[in-house]
């Protein structure tokens, strides 16, 4: 039966498919005496025109409601409420137009100026020009007008953030009594019996309204339910929480712990709320309570909510009888105190709220409101107070004299126990004083800013201790990145650093303005400005946008990984296969990168908005101070320039500057480096090159001189002499034919015959290797034909000798 009803179905539903093209292709027959008429759509200046109108009336009226002085702060807040994504839309329209005024302007640019004789123009250039002045002019109107609602909507919004912090602040600081003022104390005993009455009266209504509704045993079923949902909720809470906890691990990990303390909060916030939602739907389902009371109803529900939810929060960090479990250092005993100080706050807390909410409903004299309050507010400080004095750093001896309690090392505990001390001085000053609103504000503030802090820190380390874990060598995302995407080791720590830092400042954020929320600070007002921080803010005739900044960096960094890659491209693989020289190599892959680096800055700049003729006059307005503070570098920027074009010093030359010498490494923007013989690098400034004098042994070829003085005794043949040191050098395979070798007589010494011989290799980088070889052989020779004979003891100093005979032009002795 069942399949031949889906068959059914099936074939009403093909049916239908097949007739609704036979109907689409049926035309309707027109009415008597119509028309077809096409109704062309409307244009986008038109369409933007109407959303600006519409903008202009809506601020209009913005601007009208906040003439009135008597506003309350719920009558702003609808206000702030009507202006949301209003200031969107108008910059939208912004966003839109301005690059058709661009686009324009450049086409009338090339269009040129009228000429003074109309006539002479062809008028097809003419007529193109007044259709785009008059469209120029229509989208600048546009412009104008979408400028000035967007400066009247954050003047508008302004108006409105001020008037309720004004608003906020005259309610916060208005004076009263004093908390010890006995004259509040006689007003409250005075206004007593009217107040009891009054409760007795709403006591009387809600009992007669509950028995109307329901009947005695009506009440009953109540009192069974409300029992029934509280026995239920810890079993209910114990499953929750067991079910992702393993409360028997004696070791836990650190995220184990995080995790379990944010189980317990969640659990409690999830039972109470199940609870609260119910009772709420029974009592308002039975309207059981007046209307009045309504309030009270909401406020006590909500108190227990937020109440187990903090108290399985605080349960969770201090763990009190699962040490392992446990989140801060302190002992039992100091876990024990610190989660009686949480429970007696916020239980003052919550039943400041609904005795403030029970006052309201009865109508009672401020002066209860005002003294309640101010008790409430006064135990809550102090049990503040005491919380603080068990929080400090460990001392064995503080900790004899004053008890225990928490052990803590973090940087930030101090500056935020003087904080606290400050805020509940000020507390108590204001309470005393007489500004018990302010006071009692302050209290209630301590207990919501103590439990964000407490969330937010638990949210930190839980999001800190996922990602470790997450990046752990042994975890499958770990593996998968290493396998798939070929991500080292060091880029995934830094890219666990990165997101760790980014959802830090997340959650501090959310911390942030959920404790400055009461003061007055919305997160709308906070993310409308951050949004106009962010997409724009004029100065002047430049719109300086950090969406625009951060596009221009980013624009910036491809620009210059392009260029990296084309003189890799270029230095790697295009220019060896040319015949290029080294030095020649160099200064076309350094000239690319200038090039490269140039344009892209331009880009950027334009990306920005900061076009050519403005990044002058910001170049103008700084040439003082290019002139005096950067002159060096710009000498220097310079000078490299001049090296590179004229190339009278390349990379790979030898060259002498001062008592240094050595083969030039890098020519930079600022100063060039060079690499002696001895491995050292020496960092010369380009204007030093440029204006100093300079050493270039390899300007012209890379022919190398070698230089060897070769004394021998005054009664040594000097035919002989000269010809061996021919034939050496001659047997050289490093030594060119031509010049062919040549060998200089000196001198005559008073005990020697000082000869020299000169020759020249290919490559001046091998000439103090060859010359080392040639003395080496020339000491060979002469002690072969008995011109240089050295008796046995001094015959370990052979070699010593020989590095006596090896001094070449441009290089050391060897050793």
Same mark, same amino acid.
């Given at each position: 039966m069942t399949a031949l009803f889906h068959r059914l179905i099936l074939l009403i539903v093909l049916a239908g498919a097949a007739i609704a093209?036979?109907?689409?292709?049926?035309?309707?027959?027109?009415?008597?005496?119509? @028309?077809?008429?096409?109704?062309?759509?409307?244009?986008?200046?038109?369409?933007?025109?109407?959303?600006?109108?519409?903008?202009?009336?809506?601020?209009?009226?913005?601007?009208?409601?906040?003439?009135?002085?008597?506003?309350?702060?719920?009558?702003?807040?609808?206000?702030?409420?009507?202006?949301?994504?209003?200031?969107?839309?108008?910059?939208?329209?912004?966003?839109?137009?301005?690059?058709?005024?661009?686009?324009?302007?450049?086409?009338?640019?090339?269009?040129?100026?009228?000429?003074?004789?109309?006539?002479?123009?062809?008028?097809?250039?003419?007529?193109?020009?007044?259709?785009?002045?008059?469209?120029?002019?229509?989208?600048?109107?546009?412009?104008?007008?979408?400028?000035t609602l967007a400066l009247q909507s954050d003047q508008i919004l302004?108006?409105?953030?001020?008037?309720?912090?004004?608003? *906020?602040?005259?309610?916060l600081l208005a004076p009263s009594g004093s908390i010890l003022s006995p004259e509040l104390w006689y007003t409250v005993v005075q206004n007593l019996p009217r107040d009891a009455d009054a409760s007795r009266t709403l006591s009387v209504d809600i009992t007669q309204r509950i028995i109307g509704q329901l009947g005695i045993a009506g009440i009953g079923v109540l009192f069974v339910l409300c029992a029934l949902l509280l026995f239920a909720s810890l079993p209910l809470y114990r499953l929750f929480t067991t079910f992702f906890v393993n409360r028997h691990d004696e070791a836990p990990t650190p995220l184990g712990r995080d995790v379990a303390a944010a189980t317990y909060a969640l659990a409690a916030l999830a039972v109470s709320g199940t609870f609260a939602i119910l009772i709420n739907a029974y009592v308002t389902h039975f309207k059981l309570l007046p209307p009045r009371l309504e309030d009270v109803l909401a406020t006590v529900l909500s108190s227990f909510v937020i109440m187990a939810s903090a108290r399985a929060l605080a349960d969770g960090v201090l763990a009190p009888a699962r040490p392992q479990w446990r989140l801060v250092k302190a002992s039992d005993a100091t876990a024990a105190k610190l989660l009686r100080y949480a429970y007696l706050m916020l239980s003052f807390w919550a039943l400041m709220r609904i005795t403030g909410a029970v006052n309201t409903a009865?109508?009672?004299?401020?002066?209860?409101?005002?003294?309640?309050?101010?008790?409430?507010?006064?135990?809550?400080?102090l049990t503040f107070a005491s919380a603080l004095r068990s929080i400090r750093p460990f001392d064995e001896v503080d900790e004899k004299s004053f008890g225990t309690y928490v052990n803590v090392e973090s940087a930030w505990i101090g500056p935020a126990r003087i904080i606290g001390w400050c805020v509940v001085a000020i507390a108590l000053a204001a309470l005393i004083s007489g500004y018990i609103a302010f006071g009692s504000f302050l209290a209630v503030q301590i207990t919501w800013a103590v439990t964000v802090i407490a969330t937010t820190t638990l949210l930190v380390n839980l999001t800190d201790h996922a990602l470790e874990r997450l990046i752990s060598p042994t975890s499958r995302v770990t593996r998968f990145l290493y396998a798939t995407v070929g991500l080292?080791?060091?880029?995934?720590?830094?890219? *666990?650093?990165?997101?760790?830092?980014?959802?830090?400042?997340?959650?501090?954020?959310?911390?942030?303005?959920? @404790?400055?929320?009461?003061?007055?600070?919305?997160?709308?007002?906070?993310?409308?400005?951050?949004?106009?921080?962010?997409?724009? *803010?004029?100065?002047?005739?430049?719109?300086?946008?950090?969406?625009?900044?951060?596009?221009?960096?980013?624009?910036?960094?491809?620009?210059?990984?392009?260029?990296?890659? *084309?003189?890799?491209?270029?230095?790697?693989?295009?220019?060896?296969?040319?015949?290029?020289?080294?030095?020649?190599?160099?200064?076309?892959?350094?000239?690319?990168?200038?090039?490269?680096?140039?344009?892209?800055?331009?880009?950027?700049?334009?990306?920005?908005?900061?076009?050519l003729e403005k990044i002058t006059i910001v170049a103008g307005a700084l040439s003082v101070g290019i002139g005096f503070g950067l002159q060096s570098i710009v000498n220097n920027f310079v000078s490299g320039l001049i090296l590179l074009w004229e190339r009278g010093i390349r990379v790979g030359d030898l060259i002498i500057v001062g008592d240094e010498q050595g083969y030039v490494k890098r020519i930079n923007v600022r100063a060039t480096e060079i690499e002696t013989f001895?491995?050292?690098?020496?960092?010369?400034?380009?204007?030093?090159?440029?204006?100093?004098? @300079?050493?270039?042994?390899?300007?012209?070829?890379?022919?190398?001189?070698?230089?060897?003085?070769?004394?021998?005794?005054?009664?040594?043949?000097?035919?002989?002499?000269?010809?061996?040191?021919?034939?050496?050098a001659a047997s050289n395979q490093d @030594?060119?034919?031509?010049?062919?070798?040549?060998?200089?007589?000196?001198?005559?010494?008073?005990?020697?015959?000082?000869?020299?011989?000169?020759?020249f290799v290919p490559e001046v980088e091998t000439a103090v290797r060859v010359s080392s070889?040639?003395?080496?052989?020339?000491?060979?020779?002469?002690?072969?034909?008995?011109?240089?004979?050295?008796?046995?003891?001094?015959?370990?100093?052979?070699i010593v000798n020989a590095e006596a005979f090896s001094h070449p032009a441009g290089g050391a002795p060897q050793t």
């Open positions: 093209p036979l109907r689409a292709q049926t035309p309707t027959p027109p009415a008597v005496g119509s @028309v077809p008429m096409a109704v062309a759509a409307p244009s986008p200046l038109a369409v933007q025109r109407q959303t600006l109108d519409a903008a202009k009336l809506q601020l209009d009226q913005l601007d009208r409601a906040l003439q009135n002085r008597d506003l309350s702060d719920a009558q702003l807040a609808d206000l702030r409420r009507s202006l949301t994504g209003l200031p969107d839309r108008i910059r939208a329209v912004i966003d839109d137009v301005q690059p058709r005024v661009d686009l324009l302007k450049v086409r009338l640019k090339e269009l040129g100026p009228k000429p003074a004789d109309a006539s002479s123009e062809v008028a097809d250039i003419s007529r193109e020009r007044d259709e785009r002045e008059k469209a120029l002019q229509e989208n600048e109107e546009i412009a104008r007008l979408a400028r302004t108006q409105i953030i001020d008037k309720r912090r004004e608003l *906020f602040n005259s309610r009865i109508s009672s004299g401020l002066a209860l409101t005002i003294a309640t309050r101010g008790i409430f507010a006064v135990l809550i400080i080292p080791r060091s880029g995934l720590d830094q890219l *666990f650093v990165l997101a760790q830092g980014i959802i830090r400042l997340v959650i501090i954020a959310i911390g942030g303005l959920a @404790v400055l929320a009461p003061w007055g600070f919305e997160s709308d007002d906070f993310i409308a400005s951050i949004k106009h921080l962010f997409f724009g *803010f004029t100065i002047g005739d430049v719109t300086i946008s950090f969406a625009g900044i951060f596009g221009a960096i980013i624009l910036f960094l491809i620009g210059i990984f392009l260029t990296r890659a *084309f003189q890799g491209w270029l230095q790697r693989r295009y220019l060896p296969q040319t015949s290029l020289d080294s030095g020649i190599r160099n200064s076309v892959v350094t000239g690319v990168g200038y090039i490269g680096f140039i344009t892209t800055g331009a880009l950027s700049f334009s990306y920005v908005g900061l076009s001895d491995r050292a690098t020496v960092i010369v400034p380009n204007s030093n090159l440029v204006s100093g004098v @300079v050493k270039n042994r390899v300007h012209t070829d890379r022919v190398g001189r070698i230089i060897i003085p070769v004394p021998v005794p005054r009664e040594s043949d000097c035919d002989r002499v000269a010809g061996i040191l021919r034939e050496t @030594v060119l034919e031509d010049p062919a070798p040549r060998v200089n007589f000196k001198s005559i010494g008073e005990s020697s015959l000082n000869f020299e011989l000169v020759c070889d040639l003395t080496f052989a020339i000491f060979r020779k002469l002690r072969e034909n008995d011109i240089i004979k050295l008796p046995p003891p001094f015959a370990r100093m052979e």
